[in-house]
DNA sequence: TTGAAAGCGCTACCAG
DNA sequence: CTGGTAGCGCTTTCAA
């Protein structure tokens, strides 16, 4: 492997020199340049990461803490970031299964090693309370997405779930429908609350009084929404239609309600949240409430990036994405 | 960001020492260790990975190179491989998209750069047709996943996909089925192909004459399966069974079926490839063929992490995993 | 515009 | 068992 000793001895320069020749900047005559360029190309020359980061004190990587790689639901945001990284020259780590990692140990591993220079974290469902204020404290710079996190020291990106509960729910008022179930998330969940509350709020603009045993909570899981849906199957008069507060548990309930012999959309209408692939797939093909989840992954990298390299002029990024109703078959 | 100097200074030994109490070497005093260790954990100390890096040349890092990591198809590979690197405290750093970049560039960021240690490369459909020969050439540590590479010099663990498509098959004559469809992938790849002689194989066994207009090619995209499906439609007599060559094609597939009212098993059965995590929830769920994905992500990182520590005996691994089929609803 | 030298944090070597 | 020192490959600073 060359190093840039090797280029220098050839070229008769200083390692200095190539270094800077190498790096475009300035203090090199044109000739010096070319001739370390064309030498460099020669050997096959490429730089040493950690040489480098061990003295610039950066890696031009970025950590990425997500619950779970591997869930089809991320991977739009992956692709999103990806592409940003690969525009600015940056590397993406991921800290897969963050969830169930203890975070501080996951801290260590990317930040306190040099590996990370800053952090974007995924999801709201973070177990260690005091996560967030701790890297405050530290003073990395991170960006939260998918949450909007209420100290104003901290960027975030989010979808406006609230809107998206409520843009589900008006969709099946307007279609006719008065007797509405709802499926849950985790009520742990910030997401699962603000999707609740804009259903909420769409009944109550058009005066359709709220009721408890409408909502059956799940976990985010297929068979959660398969069990909710078979719960309220249970409560009559029956509804007529089901908002679920995304598309797995919707998928779910499209089951139950297969099982059940009863027609979607024609004797319930079913609307699902996050329009994941599979959501064309199925039969009927879901309504659903789409996330830009591509462009939060996307806003993501650019935003720390601009942070690590100083281009902001430290205003603090709370970025409010808006979600989009698709209709297909479901309802 | 404390040092393995501050430490030295404190402890008030060499900075030597430091490092070989840290790395459970042997040559330190049973109190000087405990000494050290506490004043470790007092400064909060975690070593500096660029650092170490940079004298030992090696990251405890293995570049994963595939497709897309977004594809369903390979979360279950991811996991496994998060599973053996996480016990062996490796980290692992993705290439994403791999097969639209510059191979050759991508190895230089990550090996050349000293970043990865090692290479697990996922899939067969390199553009690259000497991008193997140049990792042999370099003599840099690599495992393959999903191909069988001839030379005896690499490390490669797949599926044995004749097995599958035999099994797939040989399922459906025993059903009774006498006229079988087959929707190939790519014919440009060498999995493809295999399916498809398992497929002829079977056949073969039966007696049952192999018929080329029975067999539709896609690109394992959903829209192909349901084109293909539409075109296999088309042939009179129709065939009472098709072996789709993976479960995204025959999701269109059963769409096509649905979309020309055709009952799905009982006037043609479908059967699958991959057992994605979807295939559960089609209607009816899918017959398919399961590739042991977890175990194959998990094995390579063994195999690769055994050959960086230079555990193994140089005996190359080929090592071939037994796919299995999972009876469900279609077929 | 160039060069010499210091030093990032760590490990490895060798002498004590 | 311990300590001093060299040096991994690179950038940065300062002097020429």
């Not at 592409?83 to 991921?94: E, P, V």
């Not at 589900?168 to 307007?174: F, G, P, R, S, V």
């Not at 199957?233 to 509804?239: A, F, G, R, T, V």
């Not at 462009?295 to 989009?324: F, H, R, Y």
Request: glycine share 6%; charged share 25%; net charge positive.
């Amino acid at each position: 492997m060359a190093t840039i000793k090797d280029i220098a001895k050839r070229a008769g320069v200083a390692p200095s020199v190539v270094s800077r020749a190498l790096n475009h900047k300035y203090g090199v005559k044109k000739s010096t340049r070319k001739l370390i360029l064309k030498i460099a190309e020669e050997l096959d020359y490429y730089p040493n990461a950690a040489a480098r980061s061990l003295v610039t004190r950066k890696g031009q990587t970025i950590g990425i803490f997500m619950a779970d790689i591997s869930q089809p639901y991320f991977s739009q945001i992956i692709k999103g970031m990806e592409f940003a990284a690969n525009q600015m020259g940056y590397t993406l780590l991921f800290s897969n299964s963050f969830e169930s990692l203890d975070h501080r140990e996951v801290f260590k591993k990317m930040v306190e090693s040099g590996r990370a220079d800053g952090l974007i974290i995924v999801g709201s469902n973070n177990k260690d309370k005091n996560f967030i204020p701790f890297l405050i404290k530290r003073e990395v710079p991170f960006v939260l997405v998918e949450r909007n996190f209420s100290d104003p020291r901290v960027h975030c990106i989010w979808v406006d779930n609230v809107e998206g509960g409520y843009l589900a729910t008006k969709y099946l008022i307007e279609k006719g429908h008065r007797r509405i179930g709802h499926i849950s998330g985790n009520l742990d969940y910030q997401v699962s609350l603000e999707r609740l509350e804009g259903y909420k709020r769409a009944l109550a603009e058009y005066q359709i009084p709220f009721s408890e045993e409408l909502v059956a909570a799940g976990k985010f899981l297929v068979q959660d929404g398969y069990l909710a849906m078979k719960e309220l199957l249970n409560y009559k008069p029956q509804c007529t239609a089901v908002f679920v507060a995304n598309d797995s548990m919707a998928y779910g309930a499209l089951q139950a309600l297969h099982e059940s012999g009863i027609k979607v959309p024609d004797e319930i209408a079913v609307v699902g949240y996050d329009d994941l692939e599979f959501s064309t797939l199925t039969n009927p093909s879901l309504t659903t409430v789409r996330q830009p989840r591509y462009e939060m992954g996307l806003k993501s990298v650019e935003t720390l990036i601009n942070i690590l390299q100083s281009k902001t002029d430290g205003s603090i990024m709370k970025m409010c994405l808006k979600p989009e109703l698709i209709r297909r078959f479901s309802a």
